[in-house]
């Protein structure tokens, strides 16, 4: 296993488009975490899946944005009507029961 | 409230030096990790270490060592002997138990130079 994977690395999008990316955990890890990062601030926890299940979602995961992990293997998060504001790294880590979390490299978008 | 605080934003330092980076935590939790991770320019976070609240042993890794103090809630991260590899930003986490999903809670990052 190669750990995390993340796709695509880098996104360019026109305001108000919808844009998805994809998030490949360690296959063994039934726990997945989607986090954003913003220039000059660490990551921010955005949602948390257990398995297939969303047992948690902060507040700065508006209603246009969404997460998906269909049979609790790959995950998705999908922004929909995209802002400039949405510009960031999307971060994606996996992890077992107390154990600490792995990190893909991340998905840098840019809303222009 | 959790949060993490690491008051240092930038520390640049010349190849051989040590350096610390100051981390302090918040929690109300009695059972909670706290971890450091390092982010190279590629993006990707490293996992360094983590440490449970019930471990309050220092720990050292070759040139790497962590000092975690619950009285004062700080988990301080000293790098001996720096080479130019060490430049990232370094990150401080905290995560809990009670909620259930162990989400991180990271500080602001520290950004090291070393210098040649």
Same mark, same amino acid.
């Given at each position: 296993?190669?750990?995390?994977?993340?796709?695509?690395?880098?996104?360019?999008?026109?305001? /108000?488009?919808?844009?998805?990316?994809?998030?490949?955990?360690?296959?063994?890890?039934?726990?997945?975490?989607?986090?954003?990062?913003?220039? /000059?601030?660490?990551?921010?926890?955005?949602?948390?899946?257990?398995?297939?299940?969303?047992?948690?979602?902060?507040?700065?995961?508006?209603?246009?944005?969404?997460?998906?992990?269909?049979?609790?293997?790959?995950?998705?998060?999908?922004?929909?009507?995209?802002?400039?504001?949405?510009?960031?790294?999307?971060?994606?880590?996996?992890?077992?029961?107390?154990?600490?979390?792995?990190? /893909?490299? /991340?998905?840098?978008?840019?809303? +222009? | 409230?959790?949060?993490?605080?690491?008051?240092?934003?930038?520390?640049?330092?010349?190849?051989?030096?040590?350096?610390?980076?100051?981390? +302090?935590?918040?929690?109300?939790?009695?059972?909670?990790?706290?971890?450091?991770?390092?982010?190279?320019?590629?993006?990707?976070?490293?996992?360094?270490?983590?440490?449970?609240?019930?471990?309050?042993?220092?720990?050292?890794?070759?040139?790497?060592?962590?000092?975690?103090?619950?009285?004062?809630?700080?988990?301080?991260?000293?790098?001996?002997?720096?080479?130019?590899?060490?430049?990232?930003?370094?990150?401080?986490?905290?995560?809990?138990?009670?909620?259930?999903?162990?989400?991180?809670?990271?500080?602001?990052?520290?950004?090291?130079?070393?210098?040649?």
């Amino acid at each position: 296993d190669t750990g995390v994977s993340q796709d695509p690395r880098h996104k360019i999008t026109k305001r /108000g488009q919808n844009v998805t990316f994809r998030c490949d955990p360690i296959s063994e890890h039934n726990r997945l975490y989607w986090y954003r990062q913003t220039l /000059g601030q660490g990551p921010e926890f955005l949602t948390y899946f257990q398995n297939e299940a969303q047992l948690e979602k902060s507040r700065l995961l508006s209603d246009r944005f969404s997460a998906e992990r269909p049979k609790g293997s790959f995950s998705t998060l999908e922004i929909q009507r995209t802002e400039q504001g949405d510009s960031a790294m999307y971060l994606c880590a996996s992890s077992s029961k107390n154990t600490e979390a792995f990190f /893909g490299q /991340g998905t840098r978008l840019t809303v +222009v | 409230a959790q949060k993490v605080t690491q008051a240092q934003t930038e520390i640049s330092v010349v190849e051989k030096e040590d350096v610390t980076l100051d981390c +302090v935590y918040e929690t109300r939790d009695t059972t909670y990790y706290l971890f450091w991770y390092k982010q190279p320019p590629s993006g990707e976070l490293v996992f360094l270490i983590r440490r449970n609240s019930f471990d309050e042993q220092n720990e050292i890794s070759g040139r790497y060592s962590w000092n975690f103090q619950k009285s004062t809630s700080s988990f301080n991260f000293t790098i001996t002997a720096s080479q130019v590899v060490d430049s990232a930003v370094y990150f401080c986490a905290l995560s809990e138990s009670t909620s259930g999903t162990y989400k991180y809670i990271f500080g602001t990052g520290t950004r090291l130079k070393v210098l040649a």
